[in-house]
Structure formats: C-alpha cells, structure tokens
C-alpha cells in the first residue's frame, strides 16, 4: 500500500473573503483570510475526507507563506515538498467579493506569486513514486518555471506508474492567450489518465473549435484517457469511461451563499469515492454533494466536508430541477 | 490664489490593517481596509486639516482602484489628474501586523503596482501649475516609468515657480539597490525647495557615507534647498534653513498603538503650518502632536487629525522625556 | 500528390564567416555574409536536391532578414509562410571562427532574434496539410513564443496525418538549462515520427541518465516514433526501426576545413533518400557524403550538394578509419 | 598636473562595415570589423591627436570584446576601467551599409550589449579624479544600469571638480520614446561643464519644443554650461559661451564617402584644441577638418586623424558652400 492516496501540485495562496457580504468591495471594510487555491483546496477536502495527502508547491518566505504551511500541516497533509521560495516572491492572494447569490466576482493578486516559481528541479519522483495518484491543477501550467515543473511531474508520474489526475482549473488571469492554454493543456490531456473540467474548460482545452460532450470525449480517448467528468453547472455533470460508459451526475438543493470552491470540494469528493472504489455513480454523488454543501458557506478550503456531513446531507438531498 | 497648496505626486495604495493585534500575522484572521501609500496618506492629512489638496497618481482599473478614488475624493481631494491604469497593474497592498506597540512588521504587494506605471506623458504642467507646493515621495522614484513622470513633475514644477518639497520616504522594496537610491534622491534633492525625512533616510540619500546632520544640511544648501528637517525618530526633529537657523521639534507622550503613519502625519501638519505661515517652531509641533496622534489609532489615512485636534492635544501635551 | 515533400519549421539566420581562417577571430579582418540557421539548411539543403520545399519562420523587418528571404527564395523554397517580424526584433547571427580544421568556435547573437517570435496564430494547418513531412528543429522550442508555435505546428500535423521529423539540434545558448530542454524535447519526441541527432544531443533529450544507444531507442519506441538515427561524430551513424532494424552508416575521408553545417546536410541527404524510399542504408550513405562535402567548404548553406555531387563523391569516396 | 586629458565613459561596440559599398546590404557580401561607438570613437580619436586618454565602459566576455579592448589598448588607451561583462551581454552592433555617399543607413545591434550593463558600483571616484574631463555621451543613458553608472560618474566628476563634458550622442534605438530622453539629457545638461550637439539633438534635450539656438544656449546657461556647441550639417557649427561669445565653424569640401563618424571626430579634434587653449576658434576648425578627413574613409575609428594630418588638411581647405 502507498504512503498516499494522492499527491497535489500547483498552487496554495490566500483568500480574503468579505465578511460583509452582499454589497460590493468597495464597501466592504473587513475580509478573513483562508487558505485558497484549486490544488491547496482540493488536497484539504481530500486530507478532511481521511485521505493519504501529500502536496508539491511553494510558498512565499513570509508570514502568509507560513500561514499556508501551518493550515495545511494541521489538516494533515504532508507538506515536505512544499518548498519556501527565497527570490521575494509573494503568496497568491484572492480577493472575494459576494454582491448576491449568484453575482460574485473576485480580484487576484497572481503577479510574480510563489506558486509560479516551483522549478523542475524541485520535483521529487521519489516522493511522487508514493502516491496513488497525481493531481494537476491546470493553472500551475500558466508560466514558467511552474509550467516546466509540473509537465515533469506528469512525465515522472508515467514512469512511475502513477495515475495523472488532471483538474483543468482554468483562470484566464496568468495565461497570455487562449491558444497558449491549449497547446499545454492538450500535453497534459494526452497523458492524464482521469480529466475534469467544466464543459467550458474543455473548450479552452480544444481552443474554442466548439465540440460537443461526444466529441471531446471521443477525442481524448484516442490518447491515455480512461475517465473524463465534463461538468456542467446547475445541470450537473457527465462521467464518460473509455469502454463507453456514460454515467450522469446532479446537483442538489442548497441555500447558495456564494459560487467559489464548488469546483474543487467537487473534485475532492469524486476523487475519494473513485479512490475507494464505491463506483463511479457514487463518485458523481459525492462530487455534487460536496459541492453543494460548499457553495453554502462562506470559505471554500475550511468549509470542505468530511464523509460523514457528505452522507448526511445526501439522505435528505433533492435534485436541483433545472428549466 | 492659487487652486491648490499643496499637490502630491505618487502612490495612493491599500492598507491592510490586522483588526485582531498583539499577533502574529499567521494567526490574524481579519483585516481592515484603508487607503494608504505616504503621498496619499500626506494629501489625506493635508485635506483634514483643511488644505486645498490635488493629487497626481495612478489607481488600479479594479474595485481595489475605485476605493482608494472614492475615498480620496470624500476627503476633499481633487482626483481628477488620478489617472485609471488600463494595462492590469493592481493597486498597491501593506498588510500589518502589530505584535506589540513597539515590534510591528509590514508585508508589502508592490510588484506590478499600478501606482508605479504612471507615465511622464501623464503629467500635466498646467495642473501643477495650480499649486504652491508639489509634494514629491521618495518611492515614486523606485521604478520606471513612474520615476521619469516624477523627474519631469520636478522639472515642470521649478520652472513654473512651484515650490518642490521632498519627502524622502524610503520603502527599499521596489529598489534595485542602495546605490541607485542614493542616485535618484540626489536628482531630487538637488533641485527641491524643502527636503524632510529621518537621519536614516538622509543616509540613504548619501549613500551610507556617514554624514552629521551638519554636513548633510552643509552639502544639500549648496543646491536649490531652503529648508530641511531632519528627524530622529522619539528624540523629535530639527529644521535647518538656509540662512542658518536651527529649530528644534519634540516628540509628546502618547499612547502608542502602532509607528505606522508617524511620518505621513507629521509631514502633513508640519506643511500646513508651513503653507499658513505659523512659524518654523509651530510647523513642527504641529508635525509632532500630529504623529503622536496618529500612532496611538489603528489606521494610518484615516486617523489623519484636523487643525482643531492638534491643537487641543498640544494644549495638554508632555513632551517625551528620552534617556 | 502532395505540393511539398517536406516543410522546415524554425529559424533562419545569418551566419558571418571569417573570410581569413586558421586564426582567432580577434585578428579576423572579414567576415562574408550566408544564410544559416539549422532548419533553414536543411531547407536548403533539400531545394539543391531536387525536393519542393516549404518553410515556417519569422524573419527581421530589415536589410539581413531581407537576404535572407531572397536567399531561400532563389534556393527555390516557398517562402509564403515566412513571416516578417513587426516587433524589432532582429535577425539571428552566428560570427564563425575557424582556428584550424578542428578547432572551431562560434559566436552567437540570439537575444531578441526573430525567430523566436514566431507564434502559434502564425501556425497555418492549411499549410501544413500540404506536406508529407513536417521537419522541427529542436532550437525553436528554447523560447516562448515559438516553442509554443512549435508545439501547436506538431499537434496539427500529427492530426493532420503530416509525418513529423524532430531535428535535435540542440544549442544550449538560449536554453534555461539542460533540464528545461530534456522537458520539451520529450513532448516533441513522444510523438515524432522520425527523429535525428547525436548521441550528446539523445543525452540532452533523457537529462544525462546515461543511456546506451539500444536504452534510449527502447524507451522512445514506446511512443509514436518509427525511425531513430543516432550519429556518433566520426564513427559514423545509427538508424534504428521500431520493428528492430539497425543500420550503420559511415563518415567519409575528406580534406576538413571547418566542422559547422555537418548535421544540417546530413538531415537534407537523408531525408531525400528516405523520401524517395531508396532504402535506410541509401539514406545514410547519401547523409555521410553530404556531410562530408560540406565540411570542406567554407560555408554551411551555400555549400549543399546536388544530388550529382552526391553521387559522384560516393563513387570514390572512401569509409573514414577510426581507431 | 593629471594623468589623463580625459576620461570618456560609455559604448565601446563594433562596426561592421560594408566592403563593397554603393549597394544595398542585401547584396553585400562582406563587412569589415572595425571598433565602434561614439565614446570610444571618441576616445580614439582623442588618442591619436596625442592626447592622455582614459576610457570607463563594459565589454562582453568574448572575441569581439578581446578585440575591441586590444584595439584600444594598442591606440594607447588606458583599459583599467573597461570591465569585462560575465553575464553573457554581447558587444554591441552596427552593420553599415553604404548606397551612396549621401544614403547611408546602419543597423543596430544593441540589445542586452554588454555596455548598457556597466554598473554603478563598477564607477572608480579614484580613476575619475585622475582626469582634466570627463566626456559622457548621452547613449549611455538609454538603459538601467548603465544609465545610473553614468549618472553617478557626473556626480562624482562634478564633486571631484573634474569637468563635464556631454556629447549628446542621440540614437533613438535603445531608447523607451522620446520624453524619457529628454528627462535624462536634462539631469545631465544641467550639471555639464560643456555640451556639444547637433541642433537636432538639443531639440531631443528639450522635447521637441522648437527652441531657436539662442533659446536654447540662454535656457542651458541658467545651469553648470559654460561652454555649448551646436552643430548644423553642412553648415557648419557655432559655439557660444557663457559669457556671451559667438563663434561659427564651417564645414569643409572633402569627397565623400559616407556620413558615419563626423559627429566623433569633431568632439575628438574640438576637444583636443579646448584642452591646449588653442582658442575656440581654432577648435571649431579642428572640429570640422577631423570630420571632413574622417568621412573621406571607410571606417570611423580607424580614420581618425593625427594633429600633422588635421593641419595639413586644413592649410588647403576650402571651406563648403552652402546655398
């Protein structure tokens, strides 16, 4: 048995949420401060799951640098390759901004961020060689030398015989142009043995040629895909495998506080129950139930769920009738 | 009359104040908002003291940018040479943590700041035309293209007969080194009417050499200097003039939360003094209440006092006994 | 049939010869002026031999990217998609420097070089549709944005059913270091289908692990290439199938003046027998030759053989001893 | 009395001359490696005329920078200064190209060259002091950080009371635009001792404002300017002196065979007679019999003029008209 059940690479920064929510920034006065970051989000909601945790990243050599180290060491994750950056480099920041329910916008601080400038010869195929899977969050591939090291980390998983997770995450922010997301998501996508995304994450991937689920999916099959979840928002989300099989997944009734993190405590969910082996059904299940619970709170990494909140809240779950 | 007494050039910034002190920034959990950056922080004073205050700079395209522009704008600020950055520069960050009165550290966002890229094509002869003092901070020096724009707000200001005061406000952050400080203050200081900062400021200016206030005020007169004030820190301040005359400034006894804000407050009282013609003695009490104020508040821009605050404060004031 | 027999993608330079050789390039009074660049002698290596060639690339907006343009074009290459750079940038320039036969230097300019500012969106599928081989040379992907384009003219023809023909051609001027070009030469590699270089440059490609000939064909047979060509200086050359053929080729005796151009005109013999489908071992011998008329003449592009020269060599030619 | 007559500090660069001229640089076939840059150029020719000569620059860590060191040394410069880059900028560029004698167009190289990265900490107070002048030309100041390394080394001249000459040298290519020239050419003319130009340089220093002669001598003699020089093509030159005096040179008949180098040889031959108060008068002769030698030959550094030949010349000289 591996030492863990995943490993996570990519970014972990800061959020700073309004507390006065329902207005905009402007006026909002006063903002908490949570760990952030799809990666950082998703090793957290995995490590409060009971998974195996580890994480490759680097952090600022600062106090928000160590705040980030500290939370994730007491959520249980192993942060021996979380490298502390010495070249000044700052801790990604996001601010969240809650006007309503459905209106939210954030402003992220992502120039000259640590998390950008883990290098290739940082990344320990060692470590990697302990892990169940990889996890890579596609925004770690947005600049160099985190682009470089993070393509290595996918070679060096291969080798190992590890499984490559590929969360796309995709945020226009730090990437030049369109086609450039393309180009490496499309190195990833062709060696990844699971993707996720949402459908418009996939059409960032194809470059906006405009395919349908079918032809994606028929697409990336060609390559070493063997499972891909194409979200698709309130109307839930689509599980195809290489054999053929289609499985759909829904969301649920929530009282919405804000829309960030649905994504990742997504991914952290469907993650553990395909780690397990309870079925892919199960893993779109806990996927949306996960998200769901998210969405309700106001911070995405503390709020992540554990099975049991997740199997609560699925005894009683409706399924968001979509018009 | 002139529009204007006093116009500033350079950064308008956010302040994130820890709101819980006495800690580590790692176990801070909210922060509050307030304008900041020491040119915005002196307008602000300025305006509260019931000056005609006009501002050159560069704000964020974002609702980080729109803040600091309303707030400005509400303390009486004329705003319209604050120009809005339209290439994604981000608005300038200090976060602060206060362990205790007297250790408190800042976590500084200055990469990419849009503060930083105001251009010399945006500086207009005919606003500063308006004022009788321009203002000038040492940071705003710290990098292209917004050191060129101070430069030529400089040169635009002696040859309209706007009277140059130099805040010497050294943030070593955004420099290079020390060495092209001490280049850029030089450029400055050699044609500026007024020149303030502390003694550790003026041994940036030299480059480290070693200099007694003496030499310093001895080496700075033979260029375009009128007035310099020298401060050092609890032990109060000293304004030499041109002719040879040496005033001698105190600091008072207070409460201290915080030294943030010191400087900007002091700068900003001691120039209204200045600007009303009360007398050298009285500029710098004024600056000296004006700091003792500030730092015994959480903010920095909004604890700004007004005229009728100093006065009532120096009314009861002790000066600080220093061993 | 299709319009070309093959397309070069990459750079297309000026290469400055010393006109007096045998001394240092201190003392070098002359220096004459010819197209160079490795992609570019391959094209015209391959236009002297009779095929209908393309090229990719992007040239200076200036009288040396002019020449170069007309150079290619009297070679007889298609030059429509020879991109002219609006941006500054300059033409690339190698200064050669010929001690004696055996001791050769080179300086390079590389900063700013056109070349490297080819982009994705320059990338024409149209274009490349009409080739039967799309020849990439490794020094195009040391930099953004044409390693970008590099990559996206790879995916299009692999999709395309184009054969792709990595060039190693490593130059570790422009490079980060070894284990940035090791990362992108593997994602070319991966899905080329015929690759060409030293045995020094396959060690660059595997990040120094050491392998043997046999190792290094092992691993890269796991992916999509059919033919793998080894050269060992001197010794000769190895061409290996992926149904497990080895073919030796051999180096000729010739009067060496300089070293330069021997891997370009091997490329272009090469590739013309295999075009033609005259067999490996054909395809090695014509390399060989071609590359040892090249290397006894002063420069490497206008020095390309004839088909007739080719021949005619190898009548006579005699296989190089080596202790 | 000191041991040089002047220091020059900034480019020393190659030329690379068109050996065939009267035809487009496409259709060159070789270039001749002569030393360039108007510093040196200047430095060279001051030498030749006898003069003690020290030169403060950076040259890149290769053949081209051997070259261009040995060749100063072996006119007689003192090299002490002249730093030897280590962090792989190149020698500095021009490509001549000579179509006919009154069509000359060059093309630059000049980006990441090695003299742009002379540093601040690389200028010597000790070497500058040893000198009677020190001859800054206004390139220098295109680029950080030898644009502070400039800076400084007027500071220090100026504290030193070592004089200031500023030849204002204008080459648009390394420069961000206009304005920012004309903000550094001030810093400069403001503090020099001499300045010498073409009236279309002194319209760069003064930002395109369409000054007359007289206002532009009457706005520089505010500041340090004791002595300016306006050259005017083909008409000739005047200079004019702080105390109010008048003088005009004239160009001379010569047979032309390029337009490169005038500007050098003039501040050479001007200098040379400044310094041995030979009367201003004389210099401006000088000046203009250095330039018309200097155009009659192929190279620029190289054709600079020894005192007898500056005579000899001028004992037949007729003087140009102009319509």
Not at 171 to 191: F, G, L
Not at 200 to 216: A, K, R, S
Not at 313 to 321: D, G, M, Q, Y
Request: aromatic share 10%.
């Amino acid at each position: 048995m591996k030492k863990f059940d995943l490993i996570a690479i990519g970014r972990a920064a800061v959020d700073l949420n309004a507390v006065e929510y329902n207005r905009p920034m402007e006026e909002t006065k006063t903002f908490a401060k949570y760990v952030g970051g799809s990666p950082a989000n998703i090793a957290i909601g995995s490590a409060r799951l009971g998974q195996k945790v580890g994480f490759i990243g680097k952090i600022a050599d600062d106090q928000l640098g160590n705040y980030v180290k500290l939370y994730m060491k007491e959520a249980g994750i192993d942060t021996s390759n979380l490298v502390v950056d010495k070249d000044g480099h700052k801790t990604g920041l996001t601010f969240t901004e809650i006007l309503s329910p459905t209106e939210c916008d954030i402003l992220m601080y992502r120039d000259q961020v640590a998390d950008l400038y883990l290098t290739s010869d940082e990344i320990n195929g060692e470590y990697i060689s302990q892990a169940n899977m990889l996890v890579i969050s596609g925004t770690g591939l947005a600049q160099s030398p985190s682009r470089e090291a993070i393509i290595k980390s996918m070679f060096l998983a291969k080798k190992l015989g590890v499984k490559v997770v590929f969360e796309l995450d995709y945020r226009p922010y730090t990437w030049k142009n369109a086609e450039e997301t393309s180009i490496y998501y499309k190195i990833i996508a062709n060696h990844a043995d699971v993707i996720i995304g949402t459908r418009d994450e996939y059409d960032v991937l194809e470059n906006g040629i405009g395919n349908t689920n079918d032809e994606t999916v028929a697409e990336l099959f060609k390559h070493d895909a063997q499972l891909i979840v194409i979200k698709v928002g309130s109307k839930g989300s689509y599980a195809y495998t290489k054999e053929g099989k289609i499985y759909r997944g829904y969301a649920y009734e929530t009282k919405v506080l804000k829309s960030f993190g649905a994504g990742d405590s997504f991914a952290a969910a469907f993650l553990y129950a395909y780690s397990k082996n309870l079925g892919i059904e199960t893993a779109l299940k806990f996927g949306g139930a996960s998200a769901s619970i998210v969405i309700s709170k106001l911070s995405s990494s503390d709020a992540m769920p554990t099975v049991e909140e997740i199997e609560n809240f699925l005894k009683t779950a409706k399924i968001k009738e979509v018009e």
